[in-house]
């Protein structure tokens, strides 16, 4: 994907967004993870370009976080027809956003690891992967708390728990089963990619 698309693509997806979304502090602190990613992205772009599948998954997660920001997570309507069609007790397109908080970075991650050469041999390499992915969801899951804490107000929107009584359980355990699905399904691809880049 060409810079150019990605950019266009991810300013769109932002601008609708924040365009009368339903609950306006909700709708920043959600967008402003894939803020900073841009931030991050742009100011290393030259000296450590990243392979294609890494920029094509930071854009789908950034999607994904834009969408839940503008309805919050409880009130994304593809979330309500699968709800319907599942015959599901609550709307889960949340649990969307925490199965790539972990599958998005997982390849962030491994891309540094390999990169870099951080750690020898696969097995190892993997476990701490997953590792890291699980802190990011535990520490994610401690800045939900701290902004329920907060904000009564938006504490409901941002943690989209929905009455449900296990949910940052299950939100560490999506980002954990992201994790290793992105293991096994692209680590060779993105083997691949990443030797392109040499």
């Given amino acids: 994907m060409k810079k150019v698309s990605w950019l266009l693509v991810f300013f769109l997806v932002l601008i609708w967004s924040g365009i ?13 993870p894939a803020i900073i990613g841009l931030v991050i992205i742009a100011s290393t772009y030259q000296r450590f370009p990243l392979t294609q599948l890494l920029y094509i998954l930071i854009l ?14 409880a009130e994304v309507p593809l979330g309500h027809w699968f709800q319907d069609w599942f015959g599901w007790q609550r709307n889960n397109y949340d649990k969307l956003g925490h199965f790539l908080q972990g599958f998005v970075p997982a390849i962030i991650a491994r891309e540094l690891f390999v990169r870099h050469q951080v750690i020898n041999g696969r097995h190892w ?27 009564d107000e938006a504490a409901e929107s941002f943690l989209g728990t929905q009455g449900y009584v296990w949910d940052t359980q299950s939100d560490m ?14 680590g060779h691809w993105h083997d691949r990619q990443i030797r392109a880049l040499k």
Wanted: proline share 1%.
């Fill in 60 to 73: 789908i997660h950034s999607v994904v976080l834009m969408i839940g920001g503008h309805y919050t997570y």
């Fill in 20 to 32: 009368q979304p339903k609950d306006t502090l909700t709708w920043f602190l959600e967008v402003l």
């Fill in 173 to 186: 355990m999506y980002a954990l089963i992201g994790a290793i699905v992105a293991l096994v399904a692209l």
């Fill in 125 to 151: 390499q993997n476990l701490l992967i997953i590792s890291v992915c699980l802190a990011f969801s535990a520490f994610y899951e401690l800045i939900e708390w701290w902004v329920a804490l907060l904000s």
